[in-house]
């Protein structure tokens, strides 16, 4: 990871944009619907940022929107990149960075995922409590940046609790049933085997997806709070016993993206990024 190149992106970003971002949020799969809910918009597409790589997947606009939210100056990430993708644990994470040279205090993540608890169903938004790593690399592996993070990180609150404690209560008011559970990460593009989601089952896995982890572990390296939410927007493989597909993902999404909406917007009004 080059300081270098974050500064020249952060620079690019401000003479451009005259918003000062408080709270950083990832949109994932279908869940970019709540990028037309910010207010003030200033937008810029990955195209045009420098060092920035391209989105190259259904349902990931491919630009940063920068605007307020639930009174929070937020920017907002429409569209992620993953290491299935082809590109590097770096540039992956590199957003991540930008913005927290921007000034972001908080991290929302959000991502569709498949459910591997049985007492789940498609359409279920589950507050993301830990993860399991499992894409065989860490963004942080290479020389440290000491201007960013320390060396070993400690990851045992990836996900802030209070930040938990706050979307719980802000579920229970809107009225929406939102799960809990941990989410883990693979490489993807390639669905998971029966196999593969009995093992997960085996070890503590509630969801599976092929992002989010990478982010959050910069994030916590970076001292920024985390908190996330998981779109269960099909079964993983062998639980129902049905073939899985990409659209189907985007169906579930924009089905819960009233639910989903609602939920994030809540969150960010009881959020302090201080």
Request: charged share 20%; glycine share 10%; hydrophobic share 40%.
């Amino acid at each position: 990871m080059c300081s270098v190149r974050i500064q020249e992106t952060v620079d690019f970003i401000r003479r451009k944009i005259s918003v000062r971002p408080q709270v950083g949020v990832v949109l994932g799969s279908g869940l970019g619907v709540l990028a037309a809910e910010v207010k003030n918009q200033q937008k810029l597409p990955y195209s045009e940022l420098p060092h920035f790589p391209v989105s190259t997947v259904e349902g990931h606009e491919g630009q940063l929107i920068f605007g307020e939210l639930s009174g929070k100056n937020l920017v907002l990430m429409q569209g992620r990149f993953h290491f299935y993708e082809g590109y590097s644990m770096e540039q992956v994470v590199f957003p991540v960075r930008v913005m927290q040279r921007l000034g972001v205090k908080v991290l929302l993540v959000t991502n569709a995922s498949g459910g591997i608890n049985r007492e789940f169903q498609p359409g279920d938004l589950m507050l993301i409590t830990d993860h399991i790593n499992l894409m065989g690399t860490n963004p942080l592996i290479g020389k440290n940046y000491d201007d960013i993070g320390p060396r070993f990180p400690d990851m045992s609150e990836a996900y802030d609790r209070e930040l938990i404690a706050i979307a719980e209560e802000v579920a229970q008011k809107k009225g929406l049933a939102c799960r809990k559970g941990v989410y883990a990460a693979m490489t993807g593009p390639s669905y998971e085997t029966p196999a593969e989601i009995r093992y997960l089952r085996t070890i503590g896995a509630d969801a599976v997806g092929m992002s989010t982890v990478p982010e959050v572990i910069v994030a916590n390296h970076a001292g920024i709070r985390v908190t996330g939410i998981s779109c269960v927007t099909n079964m993983a493989a062998g639980v129902l016993q049905q073939k899985l597909n990409h659209a189907e993902v985007m169906e579930t999404a924009n089905r819960v993206r009233d639910q989903f909406i609602t939920l994030v917007k809540g969150i960010l009004e009881e959020v302090s990024p201080l």
